[in-house]
């Protein structure tokens, strides 16, 4: 088991260019939460997905950001027109489709974005 | 909507001396609580899971407790090590759509 693989590690982009974060959950795993962390500063909650469904967009940003989970391939974060603001390390998580409290929440090694 | 407070948020201490974390939470309405570290630039790994239906979980020398009708954890890490230097995350994942809430975190310093 691979864990959540976030891709890339690393991304390096102009203003005014686009950014694609793509999060391969947990095999198994259908729920995908997406977290922004600036420097210095705590998780902030984005947006919960599930498979082919947006759950909770409420920490999104109205423009620019957008976020799919479908049937097939990975998780995918998208920043259209980036700015110097969204650098930040973007984290993904994912768990099981249990309503339990035993369903633990994993997370990726992250994807750190700057824009130049 | 809930909030996620995490008190303090920094602290330095000797090594060896046991320390106590503290989160609390303003809904109750939980499935369980989840305790994280995160080494700077790294990501997250989880360190212990409390469902709502119990008190307490241990592993070696850290204990999670969680009183979820006051809306309080706390973790307790025993005779500290430089290697607990971290930022330490407290998570809340509420019932019905599961949604999980973090706090800002504790940031752990541990002097040699």
């Known amino acids: 088991n691979a864990g959540v693989m976030q891709n890339p590690r690393h991304l390096v982009r102009r203003r005014g260019q686009e950014a694609r974060l793509r999060c391969s959950p947990m095999?198994?795993?259908?729920?995908v939460y997406w977290y922004r962390q600036l420097p210095e500063e705590g998780l902030k909650f984005m947006v919960y997905?599930?498979?082919?469904?947006?759950?909770?967009e409420s920490g999104m940003p109205k423009e620019r950001f957008s976020a799919e989970f479908p049937k097939e391939g990975p998780s995918i974060l998208r920043i259209q027109q980036v700015v110097r603001g969204d650098s930040a390390a973007y984290f993904c998580?994912?768990?099981?489709?249990?309503?339990?409290?035993?369903?633990?929440?994993?997370f990726g090694a992250g994807s750190r974005l700057t824009v130049l | 909507k809930q909030e996620v407070t995490q008190i303090p948020a920094a602290l330095s201490v000797p090594e060896g001396e046991n320390l106590v974390l503290n989160c609390s939470f303003t809904?109750?309405?939980?499935?369980?609580l989840q305790w994280f570290r995160q080494d700077p630039g790294k990501g997250l790994t989880s360190l212990l899971l409390?469902?709502?239906?119990?008190r307490e979980q241990t592993s070696g020398r850290l204990n999670a407790s969680l009183d979820k009708s006051s809306g309080r954890s706390t973790l307790y890490i025993a005779a500290s090590q430089p290697g607990d230097s971290a930022t330490y995350l407290c998570?809340?994942?509420?019932?019905?759509?599961?949604?999980?809430?973090f706090g800002i975190g504790t940031k752990l310093q541990v002097i040699p």
């Open positions: 997905l599930q498979k082919e469904n947006i759950i909770d």
């Open positions: 998570a809340v994942r509420g019932e019905g759509y599961q949604k999980v809430t």
């Open positions: 095999k198994g795993h259908s729920h």
């Open positions: 998580a994912s768990s099981l489709d249990l309503s339990s409290g035993a369903n633990v929440l994993t």
């Open positions: 809904d109750s309405a939980i499935y369980n």
């Open positions: 409390i469902q709502s239906s119990q």
